[in-house]
């Protein structure tokens, strides 16, 4: 059974940087896009970048363009989010996703 865990979350102040790591279980995890999302308090959840499966290739909402860096470790079954620049519009719950299956979140907290 495919399970998700991530990590790295923290208190960062404004301009700072953090990296998140979502550890993968299961056989299915070299098969599927895995996604990262967030969600702030009263907010709607929102993707924040994706890494494809069998070409790596990338993608990233418009407010975290050069800013953050998803990347995957396929021997350690994790993948990375990279988070620099860190503004107070970035705190929320950070989430992997990954064939429907979600992590439990990681909270990110910037302060100004």
């Known amino acids: 059974q495919l399970q998700l865990v991530e990590s790295g979350g923290g208190s960062v102040q404004s301009g700072g940087s953090l990296t998140l790591s979502c550890l993968a279980s299961?056989?299915?995890?070299?098969?599927?896009?895995v996604s990262w999302f967030r969600q702030a308090p009263g907010k709607e959840r929102e993707l924040v970048a994706q890494?494809?499966?069998?070409?790596?290739?990338?993608d990233y909402a418009d407010s975290v363009k050069d800013r953050f860096t998803i990347s995957k470790d396929k021997a350690r079954r994790t993948v990375y989010l990279h988070m620099n620049s860190l503004t107070p519009e970035d705190s929320a719950e950070y989430y992997c996703?990954?064939?429907?299956?979600w992590g439990q979140g990681t909270q990110v907290t910037v302060s100004s």
């Open positions: 890494i494809a499966s069998f070409d790596d290739r990338t």
């Open positions: 996703s990954m064939a429907g299956v």
């Open positions: 299961g056989e299915i995890y070299n098969s599927y896009t």
